[in-house]
Each structure stands twice: as structure tokens, then as C-alpha cells.
């Protein structure tokens, strides 16, 4: 643990090493190492977005954000899951469609260009999982970038934070992915940097304005000419105390708009913005309540520009209601901030979610989502408390000091999320930025077991999350749209039954939304009715989705006989559940019409293989047998005749 024990009391220039953090490594030689390791991350991270990485890790990652754009920009049947309805919305579309939005819409305009000239088209399913990924490769940098920033502004070896980061699966995966939890990570990190910046120009400056006032009061009234230049000197100083105000306001405001949880992860930055400089001679509480005043009025201004967006995107209010100032507050206005807390306010509302013991995040996400850095974080943070506990004050970091801020940025936003009882790992996200700039130094030079067990843990995270955990589902809805199954002629259907995985990303199929109107030759308008069908039972069991797909089958008997409508029935489901999925079938007189067809890798959790002897069969043989367990099946089922 670092501390602030040698600082000087007042205000002065920092030393190289004033925050207590090991400075620039004493070898060049090892630094150079690691900034060569770090560019190989780097290109790494685009190389991991591109190929792409099919690991499914939370529904989320689709249904919160490039679900809903893809699907309104190119106008397909998706899946608007329910925190998107215009009833009640609890989910701001301001910062999705500004990221997402923009090259989803250029990809439109080129792909019909495109089609009109050479075609073929543009927008596949690969594309679309790539090119917001993309996206958010790109946005990650800005974390990278802030970290080098912090290390600059201070002084500090930044080739461990940035390698420490660059590392973790943390950005290798979710880095990539469209989590609004990505956004948030992205977000704290350019809020840390803009208020460290502050902090450090206020520094230099009070330290001079200090001066200057010692020297003015030394000098007393007998010298008005000396007085009167260093009153000049001091007027000349550059302005410090609103110092990126609109910047901190308007990042504080869009993560908050896009996860009101960004407010606990604010709140240390925005104390130590508020309380810089304060107890010096230069600083006093005008300042305070200036940055105060200015820190709302930024605000509010950023709030008003999002409420208005919302409120346009969800039906809310329209330009004529505007145009003819006919609005009311209660009816024409959207906060989805303010409904996102309301619903999770309410704890019969998280049951539907998974409610968690309160412990889960400090005893088990965080450990899990930063391994080492996590134990470092900790340990460091019980070092300060017993030094609160013992009152050794002079070992504690100054408030008003980086050290103190990542701490905080670490502990607040920790205990915070866990007052709620509905706590995943991903939500803990943001806090690998502090925990990277405080304790990268000690997880790469402190032991090598303990570098190696970071690479290692790491490498596994990333094999896990990014390519096995749910890796065929995106695979299963690439097949859909480029066989032609999720895309039936006229007088066909098809159904598709799911059980044990998740949601089926639906826009990644390109089927066109049944409320979409198209124009005939003649010039007349008409809709094509839903001809795709996706059944999802979840965790339901085996039995629940076979009923589920002999229910279908029955009813496209029927739907054969009075429309002449021919329909499909295909099930996906676990490779593990293989056995137990042909035994319900037998036992509802229905049958594989066709072979299967597998995507591999693929691992349910909800569903873990089992290993399984076969009679007859060699090891070789039952390590292949038992590795198929290992993916996702689609099969098409039928009735069996009994007549």
C-alpha cells in the first residue's frame, strides 16, 4: 500500500514520487520490455475483435444496446427486450445510438450503394457482430490513454499500468464488447483523468498564488509599488477553479444516463474536484460553491439535451408538440434515470433478476474479475484502515491526493453496489482503471508467481468468457440467416425451439421485422407477415422444450391441412444434453428428421458435460464422443406417423 506520508503539508510542487507510488522503473531496459508487451496487447485487442470472439458472455451484451440499434436502423424483427418499452423506459438510447448508431448507418447507406453497383451486399451477420465491437475496441483505447495521462500529470511509471491493463481480460473481452458496463469503465476512467488534471494544475498554481500572498503580506504597506506588482503577478496566474467543469459535468451526466450506478462510481472524483485546494490561503469556500454552482448548471444543461433525446426516441414528444409549446412536464418527458431507480428500488422487481447475498461482490465478483489486482486493492485498503484504527494519521495519504482518490474510487463505488441485492461481476468493470494505476507496479514486480498467476489467470478468463461460455449461439444465428432458414419463402415457416442457452441474438440473423412496409412495382404498399419463429424455454429442462416443439409440430399439422402452409421445426440445445434430448423425443413420438449440425466451442454452464462411458468404444473414440458434448446442436425434429 502507497501513502502520502513525505508529502508537504501545504500546498507545493510535487515531487516525482509524491503520491508514494513507485516511480519510473530503474531499468530502461525493463521498461522498454514492457512497452513492447503492451503494443503486442494492443494489437492483440483488435486481433480478439476481429476474428471474432463468439464467447456469449451476459444477454445484455446484445439486448441493452446493438440489438435495439441494428434493429431499428435496418428495420428487422429483433427481440426489444422489456427495459426498452415506451410505457416505462429504463434504458437511455442517447449513448448507444451516438456510438453504435453512426457506423450502423453509414454500413446502410454503403451497402445500398453497393448492391446497386456490384451485388453483393455488406451487411452479413459476421459484420454486424464486428463492427460494434469494433466500436468499442476503439472507445477502449481511452481508458489506456487516460492511465498514461494520470502517470504523466504525476510522474509516475505508466509501462505497468498500461501492460497491468492491457493484460486483463478485463479489456482484452469486456473491453470489445457492448456492455453498457464498457461504456461506464470508459467513462470513469476519462472522469479520473479530467479531475487528476485538475488537481494537478491547481497544485502548481496555489503553490505560486501562496507564495505570492506570503510575500505580499511580508511586505506591508510601506512597499505599494512591490505590492502592487505581485497583486498584478497574482492576478496574471492562470484560472484553475471551474478547470474542465463542462467536461466533468457532461461525462458525470451521460454515465449516469447510461447506468445511474455511474454515480457511485463518480462520487470520489467529483469530492476531490469539489474540496481542491481547500486549507490553503488561495482557496476558500466562494470557490467551493462556485464549482458547485458551475458543476449543476453544466449538468443540468447535459441532463436537458438527453432527457429531449429519450424523450423524442420513445414517442414521448414530437416536433409538433414543440413547435406549438404544447408540452407538459408529466406527460412529454422521459427520465430514465430516475425510472431505473424506481424499478430497482423495488426488490420484488430484482427477484425476477436473481437476487444475491450482499457479500457476493466484495467476497466473490471482484476476485473473480481482477485476481491479484484485486487482492493488492485489498490488501491496500485494510493497511489504511489500520492506520485509521491505530491514529497514525501521518501514514495516511493526503485527501486531496491521487492515492487517495483511487482508493476511494475503489471502495465507494464497492460498497455501494453492494447494498443492492442483485450483484454480477460485470458491474464491478470500472474498478480495474484505479486498481491498475494503484497496484499494477506490485502484481508485476513484487513476486514472479504472482506476475505469472496474473498472465495465466487471465489467459484463462479470456478462453473462457471470450470464446467457450455460450460460444455457439452466435454461431447457431450466423447459420440461421446464411442457410436461408431464418429467411422462409412465401407459404413456408420455420420454428426454432432453444432450450438451455441463452437469448438467440436475433438481428444477427437479418430477418426483416413483420411491421416493415415495402413497395410492389405498382406502387402499392404491403407487409410480409413473420415467417421465423424463435421458441426460447430457458432452463426449463429437456422435457419443457420437447413439449414446447411437439406443440408446433402439431400445430403446423393443422396449419398444412387448412393453408397448405409448410412449416419447419429445428431444436438447438447443449451438446451435454444430447442423450437426455433423444430419450423426451422418443417419448413423445417424435423423431431427428435431419443430422445434426454442431458449433463448437460451446459450453452451458447450465448444462456442464458429463464425462459418459460408451460400450464397445475405445479411449479414443470416447474422448471424441465426450468432447461433442462440447457444443451446440441444431437438429430438425418431426412427428412420427403412428397411423
Avoid at 508514494?20 to 513492447?36: H, N, R, V, Y
Amino acid at each position: 500500500m502507497t501513502h502520502d506520508a513525505d508529502e508537504p503539508k501545504n500546498y507545493g510542487r510535487r515531487k516525482k514520487s509524491s503520491e508514494g507510488i513507485p516511480a519510473m522503473d530503474k531499468s530502461e531496459g525493463l521498461q522498454w520490455f514492457k512497452l513492447k508487451l503492451y503494443w503486442l496487447l494492443v494489437a492483440l485487442r483488435f486481433f480478439l475483435t476481429i476474428i471474432p470472439q463468439n464467447g456469449y458472455i451476459q444477454p445484455d451484451e446484445f439486448f441493452q444496446s446493438v440489438e435495439i440499434v441494428a434493429g431499428d436502423i435496418f428495420e428487422l424483427d429483433v427481440n426489444r427486450v422489456w427495459e426498452f418499452n415506451t410505457s416505462f423506459p429504463l434504458r437511455s438510447v442517447a449513448l448507444p445510438f451516438s456510438t453504435f448508431g453512426v457506423p450502423l448507418q453509414i454500413l446502410k447507406l454503403a451497402n445500398g450503394l453497393v448492391e446497386d453497383t456490384l451485388g453483393f451486399t455488406l451487411v452479413t451477420p459476421y459484420v454486424l457482430m464486428v463492427l460494434p465491437r469494433l466500436v468499442m475496441c476503439c472507445l477502449s483505447f481511452i481508458c489506456d490513454f487516460c492511465l498514461w495521462h494520470m502517470c504523466q500529470s504525476f510522474g509516475q511509471d505508466y509501462s505497468s499500468r498500461l501492460l497491468v491493463f492491457a493484460s486483463s481480460y478485463c479489456a482484452l473481452v469486456f473491453g470489445t464488447r457492448t456492455f453498457s458496463n464498457t461504456f461506464e469503465m470508459i467513462l470513469l476512467a476519462v472522469l479520473l483523468a479530467l479531475v487528476l488534471d485538475s488537481m494537478h494544475h491547481s497544485d502548481e498554481v496555489i503553490w505560486r498564488e501562496d507564495l505570492i500572498i506570503e510575500k505580499y503580506d511580508k511586505l506591508g504597506r510601506q512597499h505599494p509599488v512591490e505590492r502592487a506588482k505581485l497583486a498584478r503577478l497574482r492576478s496574471s496566474l492562470p484560472s484553475h477553479t471551474v478547470r474542465h467543469c463542462a467536461l466533468i459535468a457532461f461525462v458525470t451526466v451521460v454515465g449516469i444516463f447510461n447506468r445511474p450506478t455511474f454515480a457511485g462510481f463518480a462520487a470520489p472524483a467529483l469530492f476531490s474536484w469539489l474540496h481542491r485546494g481547500m486549507g490553503s490561503r488561495a482557496v476558500d469556500w466562494l470557490h467551493f460553491h462556485l464549482r458547485v454552482a458551475s458543476l449543476c448548471f453544466f449538468g443540468a444543461i447535459s441532463a436537458l439535451v438527453l432527457v429531449l433525446i429519450d424523450s423524442f426516441y420513445y414517442g414521448y414528444l414530437t416536433m409538433a408538440e414543440l413547435s406549438t409549446s404544447q408540452i407538459s412536464l408529466g406527460s412529454n418527458f422521459v427520465v430514465t434515470p430516475l425510472n431505473f431507480l424506481l424499478y430497482n428500488s423495488q426488490t420484488s422487481n430484482l427477484e425476477n433478476h436473481g437476487l444475491h447475498p450482499r457479500w457476493l461482490h466484495v467476497v466473490v465478483n471482484a476476485p473473480l474479475m481482477f485476481g491479484p489486482l484485486c487482492v493488492a486493492g485489498y490488501l491496500g485498503l485494510l493497511k489504511i484502515a489500520r492506520h485509521v484504527v491505530a491514529r497514525r494519521w501521518g501514514h495516511l495519504p493526503k485527501v486531496q491526493s491521487a492515492t487517495a482518490l483511487m482508493n476511494a474510487s475503489v471502495a465507494v463505488p464497492l460498497l455501494a453496489l453492494s447494498i443492492f441485492p442483485h450483484q454480477e461481476p460485470r458491474f464491478l468493470l470500472p474498478l480495474v482503471v484505479p486498481l491498475a494505476f494503484l497496484h499494477a507496479h506490485t502484481v508485476l514486480n513484487c513476486r514472479r508467481w504472482l506476475r505469472h498467476t496474473w498472465y495465466l489467470l487471465n489467459a484463462i478468463s479470456l478462453l473462457f468468457f471470450g470464446f467457450l461460455h455460450q460460444g455457439g449461439v452466435s454461431l447457431l444465428a450466423a447459420h440461421m440467416h446464411d442457410s436461408g432458414l431464418a429467411h422462409p419463402k412465401p407459404l413456408n415457416a420455420v420454428h426454432l425451439v432453444t432450450s438451455h442457452i441463452y437469448i438467440v441474438p436475433r438481428f444477427l440473423m437479418l430477418t426483416p421485422s413483420p411491421s416493415r412496409v415495402y413497395l410492389s412495382p405498382s406502387g402499392r404498399r404491403y407487409k410480409v407477415s413473420r415467417r421465423f419463429h424463435v421458441h426460447e424455454t430457458g432452463l426449463a429442462g429437456q422435457e419443457v422444450g420437447v413439449k414446447k416443439a411437439h406443440k408446433v409440430l402439431q400445430q403446423c399439422h393443422k396449419d398444412w391441412q387448412k393453408l397448405r402452409l409448410k412449416c419447419r421445426v429445428f431444436c438447438a440445445f447443449p451438446g451435454s444434453m444430447a442423450w437426455r434430448f433423444e430419450k423426451a423425443l422418443r417419448r413423445h413420438n417424435m423423431t431427428q428428421k435431419a443430422q445434426r449440425r454442431r458449433f463448437y466451442p460451446h459450453l452451458s454452464t447450465e448444462a456442464m458435460p458429463r464425462w459418459r462411458t460408451f460400450e464397445k468404444a475405445g479411449l479414443f473414440t470416447s474422448v471424441v464422443k465426450n468432447s461433442q458434448q462440447f457444443s451446440l446442436v441444431l437438429t430438425e425434429v418431426s412427428l412420427i406417423d403412428t397411423t
